[in-house]
């Protein structure tokens, strides 16, 4: 996985639980993720925060 401006380019978005499963010790460092609230994709480097885009 490639390594970008201090964030992992995961080809496929993980979900927190995803990444807890897969024990990524960077959790937050994967640049693709689903919001824990509305279920959607999002960008970290566009938005959100954490595991969630959205309010
Ligand atoms: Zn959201």
């Known amino acids: 996985m490639e390594f970008i401006n201090g964030l992992y380019e995961n080809p496929k978005p993980l979900t927190l639980q995803e990444a807890k499963d897969t024990n990524l010790r960077d959790i937050l460092l994967m640049r693709y ?21 959205c309010k």
């Open 33 to 53: 993720r689903v919001c824990v609230v509305c279920k959607k994709n999002f960008d970290i480097t566009n938005e959100g925060i954490f595991y969630r885009c």
